[in-house]
């Protein structure tokens, strides 16, 4: 029998009709403002809040897939776990993941390869309620169409872990997607200052410098600079703002970068 991991966070997140969730999708990446990088994309680093709040910094990330989206096959998108804590890497048992756009088949090859590695484990209650990896999928979907997913949630893990799992899938027909936001409830400029040292670290390849109150995905973005630093990848810091900007509340505000390495 077929196992579809169904959404949880569709009417709460992000619209649950189909025809109105592209359009906002389509909206936030056609409005973006961030320059294309150079070469196509080895990897993004994009939040995760509700589209009202991180949903024009997402866009600027996925803007930058646009010039190179019909060479993409393939993502993996790395999350941190949100609502169940452990230790290691969670992979799902899902055969495909749906959102109100349709459904996406997972490439359960590539999971099968990933269950050989020390760190990993099918583990599908770190995903059973987990918003950061869904709220991607309806932006890849908008921008790339048809593609095959690696959905993973990274608990407490070691960053030479996490760098493993990426090693062992990264190629040319596949993309690597951190999600992550930045600091959580600070006073506007405060959150000003932490996310911009945040994002001189995350260009500086300085995992070990950024800690969860700095990203809550910490563990899966220090895998991906690791991977960078080994691939002698660049950086381009594409939108930092916080969700002042976006929502006009600048009362405790949580922090949003759009990353891409190519």
């Known amino acids: 029998?077929?196992?579809?991991?169904?959404?949880?966070?569709?009417?709460?997140?992000?619209?649950?009709?189909?025809?109105?969730?592209?359009?906002?999708?389509?909206?936030?990446?056609?409005?973006?403002?961030?320059?294309?990088?150079?070469?196509?994309?080895?990897?993004?680093v994009a939040?995760?809040?509700?589209?009202?709040?991180?949903?024009?910094?997402a866009g600027s990330a996925y803007a930058a897939l646009m010039p190179w989206a019909d060479s993409i096959r393939r993502v993996v998108v790395l999350?941190?776990?949100?609502?169940?804590?452990?230790?290691?890497?969670?992979?799902?048992?899902a055969d495909s993941f749906a959102t109100p756009i349709g459904d996406i088949t997972v490439d359960s090859a590539a999971r099968d390869r990933l269950l050989t590695l020390p760190a990993t484990g099918l583990f599908d209650a770190a995903f059973a309620e987990?918003?950061?990896?869904?709220?991607?999928?309806?932006?890849?979907?908008?921008?790339?169409?048809?593609?095959?997913?690696?959905?993973?949630v990274?608990?407490?893990?070691?960053?030479?872990?996490?760098?493993?799992?990426?090693?062992?899938?990264?190629?040319?027909?596949?993309?690597?997607?951190?999600s992550s936001d930045l600091s959580h409830y600070h006073a506007y400029a405060d959150c000003q200052s932490r996310d911009r040292s945040t994002s001189a670290?995350?260009?500086?390849?300085?995992?070990?410098?950024?800690?969860?109150?700095?990203?809550?995905?910490?563990?899966p973005l220090r895998g991906l600079l690791v991977t960078?630093?080994?691939?002698?990848?660049?950086?381009?810091?594409?939108?930092?703002r916080n969700s002042g900007d976006t929502s006009g509340d600048r009362s405790r505000v949580v922090g949003y970068g759009a990353y891409v390495f190519y």
Not at 79 to 93: D, E
Not at 132 to 151: C, D, I, N, S, Y
């Open 201 to 219: 670290n995350i260009e500086a390849l300085r995992g070990d410098a950024i800690g969860p109150h700095d990203a809550c995905g910490a563990f």
């Open 79 to 93: 999350a941190p776990s949100h609502r169940v804590a452990f230790r290691g890497i969670a992979l799902s048992s």
């Open 228 to 240: 960078a630093a080994n691939h002698d990848w660049q950086v381009q810091t594409l939108d930092l």
């Open 130 to 152: 987990e918003h950061a990896l869904e709220v991607q999928l309806p932006f890849l979907q908008a921008v790339l169409g048809e593609f095959t997913l690696v959905p993973i």
């Open 47 to 57: 939040p995760h809040a509700g589209y009202r709040y991180s949903g024009p910094i």
């Open 154 to 178: 990274v608990g407490d893990a070691e960053a030479a872990d996490v760098a493993q799992v990426i090693e062992e899938l990264q190629d040319d027909d596949t993309l690597i997607v951190v």
């Open 1 to 44: 029998m077929t196992h579809v991991k169904r959404p949880v966070v569709a009417g709460l997140f992000y619209p649950e009709e189909p025809r109105m969730l592209r359009r906002e999708v389509e909206g936030f990446v056609n409005t973006a403002h961030a320059v294309a990088p150079p070469r196509r994309p080895h990897a993004l």
